[in-house]
């Protein structure tokens, strides 16, 4: 479905055209939906992705940070930074598995990026030109790691301010 709507996208001569001429600063996106990426270097912008983390840690290996599965558990494994060493191998599986399926879902992008920029490259190449990466991350609630310097850290940016509770809401205990 994504695949579909970006190749339509990128064959659209009127849109793009548009875009070219608008001399756009840079792209905002969220890099899942990697379209965005081929469009900024198409138009040779710069881009910034808005992002909470990518399947398989593309994020990761995109931008060239340490992410080692012995240490850092990796997502809906609900293992902790204290793992075992039966946990440490699970989590090498998972991490393994995960580089696998992303191959398959992320590799169409290959040949269309090939096809529309008329250049040699893959979608881990393109999304490692990002200027900026805007995580949504907050070690308060994710377990730290490693990030690099293009890396900021904005978590907690999509919650609201926090409401007073009213009195009427507050029952005292019954014990």
């Known amino acids: 479905m994504f695949f579909d709507s970006c190749k339509r996208l990128l064959s659209?001569?009127?849109?793009?055209?548009?875009?070219?001429?608008?001399?756009?600063?840079?792209?905002?996106?969220?890099?899942?939906?990697?379209?965005?990426?081929?469009?900024?270097?198409?138009?040779?912008?710069?881009?910034?992705?808005?992002?909470?983390?990518?399947?398989?840690?593309?994020?990761?290996?995109?931008?060239?940070?340490?992410n080692p599965p012995s240490y850092i558990p990796r997502f809906f494994t609900h293992y902790t930074d204290r793992m075992g060493f039966f946990q440490r191998l699970g989590n090498l599986l998972v991490s393994l598995s995960s580089t696998l399926t992303?191959?398959?879902?992320?590799?169409?992008?290959?040949?269309l990026i090939k096809e529309f920029l008329q250049q040699e490259a893959t979608l881990l190449e393109l999304l490692s030109h990002a200027s900026i990466w805007l995580m949504k991350y907050d070690f308060v609630f994710e377990y730290p790691r490693p990030v690099m310097p293009n890396m900021v850290l904005i978590g907690g940016i999509t919650c609201t301010q926090e409401k007073q509770i009213s009195k009427s809401r507050i029952r005292p205990s019954r014990r």
């Open 102 to 111: 992303c191959s398959f879902l992320y590799s169409p992008y290959d040949h």
């Open 12 to 66: 659209n001569k009127e849109l793009m055209k548009y875009l070219e001429e608008s001399m756009f600063d840079g792209v905002l996106m969220d890099p899942f939906f990697p379209c965005g990426q081929i469009v900024a270097e198409h138009l040779s912008i710069p881009s910034v992705y808005l992002v909470r983390g990518l399947p398989c840690s593309l994020d990761f290996h995109a931008t060239l940070c340490p």
